[in-house]
């Protein structure tokens, strides 16, 4: 079975660091495009970054403003999010994403085929 | 930036009646949009893909349509599952700005 599994939120002061962990199985890891969307409490859905397939290449939203940091570690199948100075704006729960686009240099967002459960980040 | 704008905000709708949801690009987005369903207290899951392809394992009472800048999702009788909040989300321009509508809760009425 094809799975998402992110780890690593919980409760931080404004100011603070968290990195966010996101366990794939059950696919090939390496191949996909991965991103991370965000859902603030009672909000909408909100993408905050992507990275190609073979970790190279990477962009994110405008507000992440060079606070977040995405990477992966395709030995290990894992994606993460580093995420520093962290307001409470930031406060959501953090989707680990699989893009259906196969590739291994371009990071670029297409569609959403699989979703973790997410992971709640409170910053306060 | 494109926007995208979901309407209505809220749906009410008995179960075994249809729904039709509609959402609007601020500019073409040709077929390049997707259509997302969140249940309560879940992560979304994909529906549909490329304005009308239905993903894996979704029924076929969903179904969408559209291109340009209107796109519609239908879901021709609704059942208990089916009470959920649905997002577009638009792949057509990078970078992708705004991508996801602010989204329809279907409710039961």
């Known amino acids: 079975e094809e799975q998402l599994s992110e780890s690593g939120g919980g409760l931080v002061q404004p100011g603070g660091s968290l990195r966010l962990s996101c366990a794939g199985s059950?696919?090939?890891?390496?191949?996909?495009?991965m991103s991370w969307v965000r859902q603030a409490p009672g909000k909408g859905l909100e993408w905050v970054s992507v990275i190609s397939g073979g970790g190279a290449n990477t962009h994110s939203a405008d507000f992440v403003k060079g606070r977040f940091t995405i990477s992966r570690d395709n030995s290990n199948n894992t994606l993460y999010l580093q995420m520093n100075r962290l307001g409470v704006e930031d406060t959501a729960i953090y989707y680990c994403?699989?893009?259906?686009?196969?590739?291994?240099?371009?990071?670029?967002?297409?569609?959403?085929?699989?979703w973790g459960q997410g992971t709640l980040v409170t910053v306060s | 930036e494109i926007v995208m704008t979901q309407s209505p905000d809220t749906l009410p709708v008995s179960p075994g009646e249809g729904a039709t949801l509609s959402c609007r690009a601020s500019?073409?987005?040709?077929?390049?949009l997707a259509w997302y369903q969140q249940r309560p207290g879940q992560a979304p899951r994909l529906l549909i893909y490329?304005?009308?392809t239905r993903a894996t394992g979704i029924p076929a009472r969903f179904s969408g349509s559209g291109s340009g800048t209107e796109f519609t999702l239908t879901i021709s009788s609704l059942q208990s599952e089916d009470f959920a909040v649905y997002y577009c989300?638009?792949?057509?321009?990078?970078?992708?700005?705004?991508?996801f509508g602010q989204g329809t809760k279907v409710e039961i009425k």
């Open positions: 989300q638009q792949y057509y321009k990078w970078p992708p700005g705004r991508m």
């Open positions: 059950g696919f090939t890891f390496r191949s996909h495009v």
């Open positions: 994403v699989r893009d259906s686009a196969i590739s291994l240099m371009t990071a670029a967002v297409t569609r959403f085929d699989l």
């Open positions: 490329g304005a009308s």
């Open positions: 500019q073409s987005i040709s077929n390049n």
